[in-house]
């Protein structure tokens, strides 16, 4: 294994307000199904109330999960790895080493409708994505051809730091 030398660090954060308001509808779907399941009369028949909690509890842990996951954004580049961590709990996290890098763009302005909305995306044609808002990110292009995009505040540096360490990497 080849030893890097020691260079920038870099990280870098984004994040989506927007997306409480959903995690206040997953926390209201949910907040139902207890309702449901506590006050609710269970003499008009056991099956579909179950079913309607069942399901309330299910849309409000998955929309929780869904929004709370995707709320921010935090990549971490070093001398070995971009490492990528979403939501409060770093998953789902994705860890690139740079040997992998074949080279890093700074893209000015990326959309959710360019990946199909926000989180996690996967497309054929484009790789991966972590988008969790508008604007600025970066873009990899990875030894197989396929790109790893994700939006994230100081973008530029962030390649800027990414090339450094694929100079050092080619030598």
Aim: one cysteine or more.
């Amino acid at each position: 294994m080849t030893v890097h030398p020691p260079g920038p660090l870099w990280t870098g954060r984004a994040s989506n307000r927007a997306q409480w308001l959903l995690a206040a509808a997953g926390a209201a779907c949910l907040a139902l199904g207890i309702e449901l399941a506590v006050d609710a009369p269970w003499t008009s028949g056991v099956v579909p109330l179950l079913m309607s909690v069942i399901g309330c509890l299910a849309a409000g842990l998955l929309i929780l999960y869904g929004t709370l996951a995707f709320v921010h954004v935090a990549v971490t580049v070093d001398a070995e790895a971009m490492v990528v961590r979403c939501g409060h709990m770093g998953l789902p996290r994705r860890r690139i080493s740079l040997t992998e890098v074949t080279s890093a763009e700074f893209l000015p302005r990326i959309t959710p409708q360019q990946w199909g909305g926000w989180g996690y995306r996967w497309r054929p044609e484009k790789g991966t994505a972590v988008i969790v808002r508008r604007g600025e990110g970066l873009e990899l292009r990875l030894g197989d051809g396929k790109l790893f995009t994700v939006t994230v505040d100081d973008a530029e540096n962030g390649v800027r730091v990414i090339r450094t360490h694929l100079r050092a990497l080619a030598r």
